[in-house]
């Protein structure tokens, strides 16, 4: 079975700060990635994905996570917060295949401080 | 190119009521998920149509169903509703042919029941 665990309910940083949302994964099989963020009263957007391809993935907005099998880690990562960051983001994953199901993690919800 | 539109987008109902939300994909997109968010839940998978069959379903008891038509729109009903009902419902679609499970989210149908 998959599932997703992502530390830490709630981030706070400052504006300008470095972001960090960790996301850590199981899957017995090679899986795909993804982060998801969700503004106040709107669906899911996807920020970037990992499919087998570059272990490095730069999504939208600057963020970028790193897929390491080593540490079943796909980290998201920003390096200067921005007030309009502020936002939940969720992790998933997918073994692909015949799975259509992506599995989330609970969230992190990530405010920025002036 | 529209997004996944779902309707309606908020709604309250009575206990033992039935509802029932709609979803219309990106056009050329076959399949379509259905998700349940709640606080304390966080995101869980409903179900998974595709070409108008039922392909994954979560664990959800029988009150929720749902359906898909031949031009990919979906439908999911709740019925004898109940307070623990109240959730935003998050359809999502995707091409759905064996792709990486990369979704597309719609702003979802907030349901209140009281």
């Known amino acids: 079975a998959q599932s997703v665990t992502q530390l830490g309910s709630h981030v706070s940083v400052s504006e300008g700060a470095l972001v960090l949302l960790r996301c850590n994964y199981s899957?017995?099989?090679?899986?795909?990635l993804f982060w998801y963020v969700q503004y106040p009263n709107q669906g899911l957007q996807l920020l970037l994905k990992?499919?087998?391809?570059?272990?490095l993935v730069k999504g939208i907005n600057g963020f970028e996570a790193e897929f390491k099998k080593s540490e079943t880690s796909f980290h998201l990562t920003k390096p200067s917060a921005h007030m309009s960051d502020a936002a939940e983001y969720f992790c998933?994953?997918?073994?692909?295949?015949?799975?259509?199901?992506?599995?989330f993690g609970k969230g992190t919800l990530l405010t920025v401080n002036p | 190119k529209a997004g996944v539109t779902q309707t309606p987008r908020y709604l309250i109902k009575t206990r033992g009521q039935q509802v029932t939300l709609s979803c219309s994909p990106i056009?050329?997109?076959?399949?379509v998920s259905w998700y349940q968010q709640t606080p304390g839940q966080g995101l869980q998978f409903l179900f998974e149509?595709?070409?108008?069959?039922?392909?994954n379903k979560g664990n959800f008891p029988g009150r929720f169903s749902g359906r898909q038509f031949s031009n990919s729109r979906s439908e999911m009903n709740v019925s004898t509703l109940e307070l623990g009902d109240s959730a935003l419902y998050l359809c999502?679609?995707?091409?759905?042919?064996?792709?990486?499970?990369?979704?597309?989210f719609g702003e979802g149908s907030r349901l209140t029941v009281l």
């Open positions: 056009s050329g997109h076959r399949s």
């Open positions: 899957s017995s099989v090679p899986p795909y």
């Open positions: 990992y499919t087998s391809a570059a272990t």
């Open positions: 149509y595709f070409s108008e069959t039922q392909r």
């Open positions: 998933a994953v997918n073994i692909g295949g015949s799975n259509y199901k992506l599995t």
């Open positions: 999502a679609s995707s091409l759905g042919d064996r792709d990486t499970g990369e979704l597309f």
